[in-house]
């Protein structure tokens, strides 16, 4: 069974930085060709923030990039999404996805 466990959010000011992890259990993240984190603020629908696939290829939502960076360690079975310059408007509940399965999300509250 497969499962994906975020951490790493919490309380920042403007401009601050974060590093999101999501450890994947049941599966080596090897096998799985794309992983990504989305996030959902409140009232919005959830968005696709960043992906990788396994061979390494990233996408960035527009809102993001230049300030993030999505990156998997395949010995640690983790993919990481690295967030500076964080912006109120980055306030949201990030999720990890494998296309399949969901985590259960880390809040991220960006606020002075």
């Known amino acids: 069974q497969v499962q994906l466990v975020e951490s790493g959010g919490g309380l920042v000011q403007p401009g601050d930085s974060l590093r999101l992890s999501c450890i994947v259990s049941?599966?080596?993240?090897?096998?799985?060709?794309?992983l990504a984190w989305w996030r959902q603020a409140p009232g919005k629908e959830r968005e696709l923030v960043a992906g990788?696939?396994?061979?390494?290829?990233?996408v960035y939502a527009p809102s993001v990039k230049g300030r993030s960076t999505i990156s998997r360690d395949n010995a640690k079975n983790t993919v990481f999404l690295e967030m500076n310059s964080l912006k109120p408007e980055d306030t949201a509940v990030y999720y990890c996805?494998?296309?399949?399965?969901w985590g259960q999300g880390t809040q991220v509250t960006v606020s002075s």
């Open positions: 996805h494998d296309r399949e399965h």
């Open positions: 049941g599966t080596s993240i090897t096998e799985i060709s794309g």
């Open positions: 990788i696939t396994n061979g390494g290829s990233t």
